[in-house]
């Protein structure tokens, strides 16, 4: 883990909090579902979540890491997640979710 590995704590907040609430009520509209509303709702939360990662990545994070190791460890992440992004299948799955 990079934390240990640089040997930094992780900072517990409220932003953390309400990161951590908003992740559990998500997995909570996802639980009733199955077979494909499940499928399409997953992947548009999938898809919604690594946008909003992107964002944060993009906009705060790396403007604030004072670290070398943890701009690195970001800037890998963000192009990792930019690699894996399909942003065509988006609306098809957010139309497939609606139903």
Do not use: C, W
């Amino acid at each position: 883990m990079l934390g240990q590995k640089i040997n930094v704590r992780p900072m517990e907040t409220a932003e953390v909090d309400k990161l951590r609430v908003k992740g559990a009520g998500e997995l909570a509209m996802l639980v009733p579902l199955d077979g494909e509303k499940f499928a399409a709702a997953y992947l548009a939360a999938m898809i919604k979540g690594h946008t909003e990662v992107l964002d944060m990545i993009d906009n705060q994070l790396l403007k604030r890491a004072a670290n070398d190791a943890v701009k690195a460890h970001l800037t890998e992440r963000a192009a990792v997640l930019r690699s894996t992004s399909q942003p065509r299948s988006s609306s098809r799955v957010a139309q497939r979710a609606e139903r």
